[in-house]
Nanobody, 126 residues
Framework: QVQLVESGGRLVQAGGSLRLSCAAS????????MGWFRQAPGAEREVVAA????????YYADSVKGRFTISRDNAKNTVYLQMNSLKAEDTAVYYC???????????????????WGQGTQVTVSS
């Protein structure tokens, strides 16, 4: 069993920065890829970024490339999402999720993940 708890979401002005954290319980955290997703009001949940178990490979949605950075600290069982140059369209609830697979493959769809956090709200004012 894995529990994921996100934190760091808040109201921020456009152009600002935030760092989200996702703390995971369970000894298997370091064996799995992790992902960040987001869901805006009235929209489907979409992938934002993903990172392999070692941190050696990452994936980013086109909408956040060059602005967001995903990282992880396996010693702390934590994955991070650094968000810079925030835009109003980044407003959403952000979720972290654990990959189903312990391979190095990075899923870009929800069905590739089996455990989810409760989400943290990010609101970007324009």
């Amino acid at each position: 069993q894995v529990q994921l708890v996100e934190s760091g979401g808040r109201l921020v002005q456009a152009g600002g920065s935030l760092r989200l954290s996702c703390a995971a319980s369970g000894r298997t955290f370091s064996s799995y890829a992790m992902g960040w997703f987001r869901q805006a009001p009235g929209a489907e949940r979409e992938v934002v970024a993903a990172i392999t178990w070692s941190g050696g490979s990452t994936y980013y949605a086109d909408s956040v490339k060059g602005r967001f950075t995903i990282s992880r600290d396996n010693a702390k069982n934590t994955v991070y999402l650094q968000m810079n140059s925030l835009k109003a369209e980044d407003t959403a609830v952000y979720y972290c999720a654990k990959s189903r697979s312990s391979s190095s493959y990075l899923y870009d769809e929800e069905n590739g993940y089996d455990y989810w956090g409760q989400g943290t709200q990010v609101t970007v004012s324009s």
